[in-house]
Structure formats: structure tokens, C-alpha cells
């Protein structure tokens, strides 16, 4: 899709366009299913002849309207709302991947993620290789098989805060004729927008950056119409040959660009129903009419904090990609020019023993189990999230056991780095 409008007006404009005498506001429609005056009307419907609502489990206008807007800051052609983050990782693969099939992975992944794409994706038959995203494009391309549907990656890894270089992950997968599906959570299209790297399809918690005050579980797939699923007939024979299922469509002849977009929703959607609720549309999209707002200053607040702790003698050692110095730095300054996101990880002197009486003295910033929330909040994860791992299983997990995972939220940074100050002197 050509952007036309800039980030901004989209955040605010873009998604639902009333007609003369329709509500302002992205209304609620919160109806299971849609009236139609004869029989011949709604059958064409379901043999996909015409478009139109029906039944909210396959679409509903308050959730297309926040989808359309998503895919529009994206640059992609068309785009399906989820339940939540992980439903979206698991039919964005599931879309192009069956029992038989393989696919390659960044490891720098987040948990939740890992556990899916490791153990239950492989309970169906689907299995995956992780690679280290800054191995070389051989040591990548050497875990494809015949059988690899698609290479994966996170543009900043949660929690590990790797920058993924998208052109080289690109380059790869194209190479091997499989497409690269990008986790956008972290910057959002804000701060970086994979398709315009390379990257084919585009996925997203938008519990995070995109609801920005914790109200909602949700998630994003965002179609960038660009792979050409033509190329590799044999590979992806759920878009190129006929679906049993509406009476032989084949989905790249009938939809073209749109082809993976509109199988996900036509097809798994309709299956597994893994929806977004219209109440939750609703509240995702009146976060994404200041998300261009809120991403600036968290990335300010956040390139703040991440100075102030540097200079401390008691912090070890500390990760912002907006740090000079950092691993990411120049990765970043290239993918991310305009700032990465609000979160830093960093650990403390003496352990994780320090770590733990820093976060309990905290007042401003709360323990939650959440990151990306206009709170500033934070994780101790060898307690939290990995509190099964040993300290060895912690660290080749990535996760040292003193890692604070900090998400530096938009109040004025001065209280948040008051608050970190009395608390580091309590810690010690
Ligand atoms: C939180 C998160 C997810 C999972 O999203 P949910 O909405 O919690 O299901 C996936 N990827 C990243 C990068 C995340 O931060």
C-alpha cells in the first residue's frame, strides 16, 4: 500500500471513514452476526463471492477498521486483528506452515514465543530451528531444509533488546524462497517499518506500545502483498492450490496480493476463532491515535534513564541500543533512526540479590508481569517469567540472573529517575 499520510495523521485519521451522518468515533459493533434480506445474498457470502459481513468470528467492522488503520501505518495491503500477540505469531506461521514442515527462527525471541514455536508448534507436527540473528548468512542459511516455510525474528528481541538487521534477514530468506515474518511489537511502525527493509509479513502484540495503557490483550498480521507465493508453487500449496473447504477457491488467484492475508482470516480465523473482541478494537484504537505521541516520549524518557544508569558505578552492565557503545548501536542508528522503544535491561552489582532489593524499593515504577505501558513498570525475570531455569539454564536462555527488564514509561523522567536513585540506595 502507498502511504500517502504520514505516521501521525494515520495514528489519528486512518481506519474508520463515516459516511454522511455516521458517528465520529470508531463505533462499537458489538453484534455477532449481520442481517441480510434474502437466502441468495448470504450464500455468496460464504462461498467468498462477495464481501460482506456475516459473522463476527470471520469479520466485524469495528475490528477491520483498526485493522486497515494498523496496516496502513504498517505499508501493507491488508491486515487481521487476534486475540492476543501469541495468536498471531501462531497463525501467521500456521497460515504457511503444516504437519511436515520447518522453519527457522531467531533465537533472541520473546518467552512466550520460544515456548510456542519449541513445543506446542512441534506437537503438530511443524518443526523449528533457532539461529543466532548475528551469525553469517551462511551459518543462517544453513539450518534451511527443503521443507523450511519461512524465517521469523523480532526487529528488538524481547527481553535480549537485539536489533535485527531486516536486510540481511531479507536477503536470506529470499534467497531460500521463503518469506520473513518480522515481530514489529517492540518499535511499532513508529519507530520502524520491516516491509520497507524487506521483510514480507509483519506481526504484533498490540497489548503492548499499540493499547499503550494495559487495557487489552491483543494482536496484529500484516500482509505487505509483496511475496510472490506464485514463485514457489510447490512450497505453499494452502495458497497456490484449491481449498476443499469453499469448494475449490485457490486463494493467489482469487484474492492475489491479499492471497496470505485473506486465508488467515477466511480460513484459520474461521476454524480456530481466535478473534478480537469489538470492546478491545475499540480501546486498541484509541491507543493508536497518540501512539505516535507516546512512542517519542518513551524513547526520550528511556534514552534519559538509560544515561543516568550508566553512569552509576553500582549498575554492571546495562543494554539500550541508543547507548553509544552498545552491541546494536549502529544497527539501531540505521533501522531505528528515530528511537527504538522505552525499555532497557540492565543488572547491578552483587547479583541478583541487589537486583531483587532494588526492585522492591521501587515507588513510582510497579512489579508487573507487562512492558510497554505508559507506566513505567518492571521485570526481574530469573524470579518472574524464568523462575523455573537454574542460574546455567538462565544464561543460556539469554536471561542473566541479574537482568532487570526496565520499560520506562511517559511520565516527566525526572520523578522516574528520582525513584531509580532512591531505590539504588536502598539496595545497597
Ligand atoms: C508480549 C509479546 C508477545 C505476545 O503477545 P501477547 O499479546 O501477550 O499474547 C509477542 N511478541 C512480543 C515481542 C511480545 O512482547
Known amino acids: 500500500m502507498e502511504r500517502k499520510l504520514s505516521s501521525e495523521t494515520i495514528c489519528v485519521q486512518a481506519g474508520w471513514k463515516p459516511k454522511k451522518g455516521e458517528p465520529r468515533v470508531l463505533p462499537i459493533y458489538q453484534s455477532t452476526t449481520f442481517k441480510y434480506d434474502t437466502s441468495e445474498e448470504m450464500g455468496k457470502l460464504f462461498d467468498l463471492e462477495e464481501s460482506g459481513y456475516f459473522y463476527t468470528r470471520l469479520q466485524n467492522p469495528t475490528n477491520d477498521a483498526v485493522a486497515s488503520k494498523i496496516a496502513e501505518l504498517e505499508g501493507g495491503v491488508g491486515a487481521m486483528l487476534t486475540s492476543s500477540g501469541q495468536a498471531a505469531s501462531f497463525y501467521a506461521i500456521f497460515n504457511i506452515c503444516s504437519a511436515g514442515d520447518h522453519f527457522v527462527s531467531a533465537s533472541a525471541i520473546y518467552g512466550g514465543t520460544f515456548?510456542?514455536?519449541?513445543?506446542?508448534?512441534?506437537?503438530?507436527?511443524?518443526?523449528?530451528?533457532?539461529?543466532?540473528?548475528?551469525?553469517?548468512?551462511?551459518?543462517?542459511?544453513?539450518a534451511f531444509r527443503p521443507n523450511t516455510k519461512a524465517l521469523f525474528a523480532e526487529t528488538i528481541a524481547n527481553p535480549g533488546l537485539s536489533v535485527l538487521d531486516i536486510e540481511k534477514f531479507a536477503s536470506i530468506a529470499h534467497s531460500q524462497g521463503v518469506p520473513l515474518i518480522v515481530d514489529n511489537t517492540f518499535p511499532t511502525p513508529i519507530n520502524c517499518r520491516p516491509f520497507e527493509w524487506g521483510a514480507d509479513i509483519v506481526i504484533h502484540s498490540t497489548t503492548?506500545?499499540?493499547?499503550?495503557?494495559?487495557?487489552?490483550?491483543?494482536?496484529?498480521?500484516?500482509?505487505?502483498?509483496?511475496?510472490?507465493?506464485?514463485?514457489?508453487?510447490?512450497?505453499?500449496?494452502?495458497?497456490?492450490?484449491?481449498?476443499?473447504?469453499?469448494?475449490?477457491?485457490?486463494?493467489?488467484?482469487?484474492?492475489?496480493?491479499?492471497?496470505?492475508?485473506?486465508k488467515a482470516t477466511v480460513q484459520l480465523m474461521r476454524d480456530l476463532g481466535s478473534i478480537q473482541s469489538p470492546q478491545n478494537s475499540f480501546l486498541i484504537n484509541i491507543g493508536l491515535e497518540t501512539l505516535h505521541l507516546r512512542m517519542a516520549r518513551h524513547c526520550e524518557n528511556a534514552q534519559k534513564v538509560a544515561e543516568h544508569l550508566q553512569k552509576d558505578e553500582r549498575v554492571a552492565w546495562i543494554h539500550y541500543c541508543g547507548l553509544k557503545g552498545d552491541k546494536y548501536y549502529e544497527t539501531a542508528e540505521k533501522y531505528l533512526p528515530n528511537g527504538s522503544c522505552g525499555v532497557i535491561t540492565f543488572g547491578l552489582k552483587g547479583g541478583r540479590d541487589n537486583s531483587i532489593r532494588f526492585m522492591d524499593n521501587?515507588?513510582?515504577?510497579?512489579?508487573?508481569?507487562?512492558?510497554?505501558?505508559?507506566?513505567?513498570?518492571?521485570?526481574?525475570?530469573?524470579?518472574?517469567?524464568?523462575?523455573?531455569?537454574?542460574?546455567?539454564?538462565?544464561?543460556?536462555?539469554?536471561?542473566?540472573?541479574?537482568?532487570?527488564?526496565?520499560?520506562?514509561?511517559?511520565?516527566?523522567?525526572?520523578?522516574?529517575?528520582?525513584?531509580?536513585?532512591?531505590?539504588?540506595?536502598?539496595?545497597?
Open 362 to 428: 521501587l515507588e513510582l515504577a510497579a512489579i508487573v508481569t507487562h512492558v510497554a505501558d505508559a507506566r513505567t513498570s518492571v521485570l526481574h525475570p530469573a524470579s518472574h517469567t524464568h523462575r523455573q531455569l537454574s542460574d546455567e539454564q538462565l544464561i543460556a536462555a539469554g536471561v542473566a540472573p541479574d537482568l532487570i527488564r526496565f520499560s520506562v514509561g511517559i511520565e516527566n523522567v525526572n520523578d522516574i529517575i528520582a525513584d531509580i536513585d532512591q531505590a539504588l540506595a536502598k539496595a545497597y
Open 208 to 262: 503492548k506500545y499499540m493499547d499503550g495503557h494495559a487495557s487489552s490483550v491483543g494482536g496484529a498480521i500484516v500482509d505487505s502483498g509483496n511475496f510472490d507465493w506464485n514463485a514457489y508453487k510447490d512450497k505453499f500449496p494452502g495458497l497456490t492450490e484449491p481449498d476443499p473447504s469453499y469448494h475449490g477457491l485457490t486463494y493467489t488467484e482469487s484474492f492475489g496480493k491479499m492471497a496470505y492475508i485473506t
Open 115 to 142: 515456548n510456542l514455536f519449541a513445543v506446542t508448534l512441534k506437537k503438530l507436527g511443524i518443526e523449528v530451528s533457532f539461529v543466532d540473528q548475528d551469525a553469517t548468512n551462511e551459518e543462517i542459511a544453513a
